[in-house]
C-alpha cells in the first residue's frame, strides 16, 4: 500500500477492479476519476474516496456505448471537458428535455445536456453541476430556467453558439459567468445576473446579442472578450466592488456609446462616458461610437486596447503627460487621419498605430525609445512620417519587428533630414 502523500507528491495513477483510474490531476490538482481505457463496460461505480482523500474530479468517460450504468458520488466538484457525453441512453436520467447522471441518492445531480429539438428545458431542483457545453450548438432551445438553487459548478459553454436562445432565468446564487457561457448567443438580447456572481469570464457574452446588462453588486473581475463584437450594447455601468477589467473585454462593440462607473468604485472611473483608473492617470477604455477625444493632462498612460476598433473617432488630442501607448492603444481607428505623439512619450508598444487605414500623417515625439512589433503595420495610406529629434536620435529607437509592414511611406523626416526606413 502506498501512503497518501507518497502518491500524491509523485501523482502515480492507480485503477481498481472497475475500470477506473484515480490520479492527481496536473492541471487542477485534484483527485480526479477517468476510465482506464475506451473498452470499459457494463456498470460503472465511481467512488467518492481513494487512500483517504475525496475525489473531486472527473475526466473522460465520454463516448463510450459499452458502460450500461454509471453512479458518480456526491464528492464531485467538477467535470473535465465532455466526461458524459455520447454514452448508451440507459446511463441517463432524463428530466423535462435534459440528460442527467446521479449519485446513489440523487438521480439529477449532474446536468449533461439538452435533448435536441427542443425549445424549452427546465434543470432539476436537485441539479449542482452543469457539464462543459450543456446547450453548446443546440439550435433549437429558446428558454432555460433553473428549478433550485443549489448549482455549485458551471462548465464553460454552457450556452455556445445557441443562437435561438432568448430567456435564461439563472438562480439566485449562481457561482459565475465561465468562458464562453453564452457566446454567438445572438438572440439574447438581455439577462437578469443575480447578486453573488464574482466574475465573467474570456467570451462569456462574445458575439451575442445583448443590447442592455445590469451587472451585480457583487462582481470583481470581466475577463478577456466578455463582452467582444457585442454590436447591439449601447452603455455598460461599472459596479462598485468591479476590481479588474481585462483590456479586450469591451473592444469592437461598435455601437457601445458610453461607459460609466459607480463614484465608490475604488479602482476605475468615468468621465463623460470614457473610462480611466481611479486617480485618472491610466485611459481604460474609449467607447468606440467617440468622434473625438481630448485626454486628460493627468493621464501618463494610454491602456492596451484603450481605443481600439474606435472606428468614428477623427481627432485624439494625447498631452505631453503621457510617457507610454499601450498594445493596440490606437489600433483599427478607420477614420483618424493625423496623430501626434508628444515628445514626453517613450514607448508605442506592440499594433499600437496597427491598421489606421485613413492615417496620412503620423508626428512622432522625440522622446521615443521604443517602438513595438507591427506598431504602424497596414496604416496604407501613411504619406508622412515626422520625428522630432534629430536622425541619430531616430537610429537609437528600438523597434520591433515588421513595425511599418504594409507601409508605404519609406522614410521618416527629422529636424536635420530624413532617414530611411
Known amino acids: ?90 446511463v441517463y436520467n432524463i428530466y423535462d428535455n435534459g440528460r442527467y447522471i446521479g449519485t446513489d441518492d440523487n438521480p439529477y445531480f449532474i446536468f449533461v445536456e439538452g435533448l435536441l429539438n427542443c425549445e424549452t428545458c427546465l434543470i432539476h431542483e436537485d441539479t449542482e453541476l452543469i457539464c462543459v457545453n450543456a446547450f453548446g450548438l443546440n439550435y433549437d432551445i429558446k428558454t432555460v430556467r433553473f428549478l433550485g438553487d443549489k448549482i455549485k459548478y458551471v462548465g464553460y459553454g454552457m450556452f455556445d453558439t445557441a443562437s435561438k436562445l432568448e430567456n435564461v432565468e439563472l438562480p439566485e446564487h449562481f457561482p459565475s459567468i465561465p468562458f464562453s457561457m453564452f457566446r ?5 438580447k438581455t439577462i437578469a445576473l443575480p447578486q453573488g456572481i464574482e466574475s465573467i469570464g474570456e467570451s462569456s457574452f462574445s458575439e451575442s446579442g445583448i443590447t442592455a446588462i445590469d451587472l451585480p453588486i457583487s462582481l470583481k473581475t470581466i475577463g478577456p472578450g466578455a463582452f467582444e463584437n457585442c454590436w447591439g450594447l449601447k452603455m ?23 461607459i460609466d462607473a459607480d463614484n465608490s468604485n475604488e479602482h476605475y472611473t468615468s468621465s463623460s462616458g470614457v473610462l480611466f483608473n481611479k486617480n485618472l492617470t491610466k485611459l481604460v477604455k474609449v467607447p468606440e461610437e467617440t468622434t473625438s477625444l481630448i485626454i486628460p493632462s493627468s493621464v501618463n498612460e494610454l491602456g492596451d486596447y484603450s481605443m481600439y476598433s474606435c472606428e468614428e473617432l477623427t481627432s485624439i488630442d494625447i498631452p ?19 496623430i501626434t505623439i508628444p515628445d514626453s512619450v517613450i514607448t508605442l508598444d506592440d499594433f499600437a498605430l496597427n491598421y489606421c487605414l485613413s492615417l496620412a500623417t503620423l508626428n512622432l515625439g522625440g522622446g521615443i525609445k521604443t517602438i513595438g512589433e507591427l506598431c504602424i503595420a497596414s496604416c496604407r495610406k501613411l504619406e508622412t512620417i515626422n520625428f522630432n529629434n534629430y536622425i541619430d536620435k531616430f537610429n537609437e529607437i528600438k523597434f520591433g519587428s515588421n513595425w511599418n509592414d504594409e507601409v508605404n511611406v519609406h522614410e521618416v523626416t527629422c529636424l536635420d533630414g530624413t532617414v530611411n526606413i
Request: glycine letters at 6%; proline letters at 4%.
Open 184 to 188: 454567438r448567443c445572438t438572440s439574447l
Open 236 to 258: 455598460i455601468f461599472i459596479p462598485k466592488n468591479v476590481e479588474n477589467i481585462d483590456p479586450r473585454a469591451f473592444i469592437n462593440c461598435l455601437n457601445l456609446g458610453r
Open 320 to 338: 505631453d503627460s503621457v510617457t507610454t501607448i499601450g498594445r493596440a492603444a490606437i489600433s483599427h481607428c478607420l477614420r483618424i487621419t493625423e
Open 1 to 90: 500500500m502506498v501512503s497518501k502523500n507518497l502518491w500524491r507528491l509523485f501523482k502515480v495513477e492507480y485503477f481498481n477492479p472497475s475500470g477506473v483510474n484515480y490520479y492527481v490531476s496536473y492541471e487542477t490538482n485534484r483527485l480526479t476519476a477517468s476510465p482506464v481505457n475506451r473498452d470499459i463496460s457494463g456498470d460503472i461505480v465511481i467512488v467518492g474516496e481513494f487512500f483517504g482523500e475525496k475525489v473531486t474530479a472527473i475526466s473522460g468517460f465520454s463516448n463510450n456505448l459499452n458502460i450500461t450504468s454509471l453512479t458518480v458520488p456526491d464528492t464531485i466538484e467538477y467535470i473535465d471537458r465532455d466526461s458524459f457525453k455520447g454514452l448508451n441512453e440507459s
